[in-house]
């Protein structure tokens, strides 16, 4: 059974930073993709960033220049580096992972909470 833990989130002031992780466990034979999403108060989740396995990089064009993502093939592990955070960077993230477990599936973690205040 695989299992995405995420790790993190919390409250800071605008313009501060935070280092978002998200690890997969269990039975995985190999990991594709790997992303951050994130769903804001009465809105739909939307992509933040994801990575490829090859580590080919891709952007929600209002985190470009502040976001970055990363992984550890290794430990199949990814990372959102946050910086210069905005208020409007509020919302619940939650990891993605396009694997193979036997069959290729997506799984998401539970979520955690990023509260920017101004």
């Known amino acids: 059974q695989v299992q995405l833990v995420e790790s993190g989130g919390g409250l800071v002031q605008a313009g501060g930073s935070l280092r978002l992780s998200c690890a997969a466990s269990?039975?995985?034979?190999?990991?594709?993709?790997m992303g951050w999403y994130r769903q804001a108060p009465g809105k739909q989740r939307e992509l933040v960033a994801s990575?490829?396995?090859?580590?080919?990089?891709n952007y929600a064009d209002s985190v470009k220049g502040r976001f970055t993502i990363s992984r550890d093939n290794a430990k199949n592990t990814v990372y959102l580096q946050m910086n210069s955070l905005k208020p409007e960077d509020t919302g619940v993230y939650y990891c993605?992972?396009?694997?193979?477990?036997?069959?290729?599936?997506?799984?998401w973690g539970q979520g955690t909470q990023v509260t920017v205040s101004s």
């Open positions: 993605n992972a396009r694997l193979v477990d036997g069959t290729l599936n997506d799984y």
């Open positions: 269990g039975t995985i034979f190999s990991v594709n993709g």
């Open positions: 990575i490829s396995r090859g580590g080919f990089k």
